[in-house]
């Protein structure tokens, strides 16, 4: 066969596997599509998954069906979806705490953050929020911090697991302010609040949407919250910043990925649905609600930060000598 008429023949092909894929991207998804969260019900990771599942069902025809895959941090979720077939069909909750922070904690884990995904979008920004039982005499940072200098080692925070963002944010905090307490990792935010509430533990620190109702209630008194700036959903609870810090933040985040080599129309089509989702003004108040910031990243940027992101909390990690439990 002659150059010249190789050509059109090569060009035919290239169009016809255009079209296939566009007809792909049209009719998907054609079964439902698993989601998969790395933190039990009740925490910050899964309200997000859900709320966003429950909108993006009609919208795509198909049910959007969240599955917690809880365990090591997140960790084995994120693992879960790495190896998973990139057709589409499995996405997952991608966190800061597995994407950003555990290969820096724990040395290695069992994925590539930036070479095993294909980032969809991220979602929101999370900070953590330090909070007390009523009956602790702690009232603001200062006096946490005053307490905790008077009995080092005695005050038990509770977090959602060894690696999670609020972990690895009170960490920092205590570096930064030089104080010990004990640490009590839980398996997720939902177990760790319920101890907080109970008085098992005298303090929390987890994300916010796992301690806002319960400070708004009066179950647990409000002490700092972990960004730079107050939260929307509890602007009376002055940030570590505004209590003796400043320029302390350590703001987590969460968004959605598929695995590797997933096509690229379909990436474009959930990043097209997730925006959508995420404009719905119930589903913004939802996640104001419960202390979350609305933070929207498309593919290529979100890509971007993470990388970014994981040499920022590979860096202080490293300094503040940080490791797991």
């Not at 698993?34 to 025809?61: I, T, Y």
């Not at 307490?181 to 987890?206: F, H, R």
Request: net charge positive.
């Amino acid at each position: 066969m002659k150059i010249a008429s190789v050509r059109p023949f090569v060009c035919a092909c290239v169009a016809g596997l255009i079209a296939v894929s566009a007809a792909s991207a049209a009719d998907y998804p054609t079964k439902p599509v698993r989601f998969v969260v790395g933190f039990p019900a009740g925490g910050a990771n899964d309200l997000v998954a859900r709320v966003v599942a429950a909108k993006l069902s009609p919208r795509l025809g198909q049910q959007v069906v969240v599955e917690n895959r809880s365990g090591a941090g997140g960790n084995i979720s994120h693992e879960f979806v790495a190896k998973a077939a990139p057709d589409g069909y499995t996405m997952g909750l991608a966190s800061v705490a597995s994407m950003a922070m555990s290969p820096g904690l724990l040395g290695k884990v069992l994925f590539d953050p930036v070479n095993d995904f294909a980032p969809i979008a991220q979602v929101v920004d999370v900070s953590s929020l330090l909070s007390v039982h009523p009956s602790m005499p702690m009232r603001t940072l200062k006096e946490f911090v005053a307490r905790a200098k008077q009995q080092p080692g005695r005050i038990n925070v509770a977090n959602p697991g060894t690696g999670s963002i609020a972990h690895l944010s009170f960490e920092l905090f205590k570096a930064t302010a030089g104080i010990q307490v004990l640490n009590v990792p839980y398996k997720g935010g939902g177990p760790a609040v319920i101890d907080a509430i109970s008085g098992q533990v005298e303090a929390l620190c987890g994300v916010i949407s796992t301690g806002a109702p319960h400070v708004r209630s009066g179950k647990l008194r409000g002490i700092g919250v972990t960004s730079l700036k107050r939260s929307a959903g509890l602007p009376d609870v002055p940030s570590m910043a505004e209590g003796g810090y400043p320029g302390f933040d350590a703001s987590g985040w969460l968004g959605m990925a598929f695995p590797a080599k997933t096509p690229a129309v379909l990436v474009e089509r959930m990043q097209k649905e997730i925006f959508a989702v995420m404009a719905m003004p119930d589903v913004r108040e939802q996640l104001h609600n419960a202390g979350l910031e609305p933070s929207l990243k498309d593919s290529d940027a979100f890509r971007g930060y993470i990388k970014s992101e994981l040499a920022k909390w590979t860096k202080l990690i490293k300094e503040a000598g940080i490791k797991p439990d």
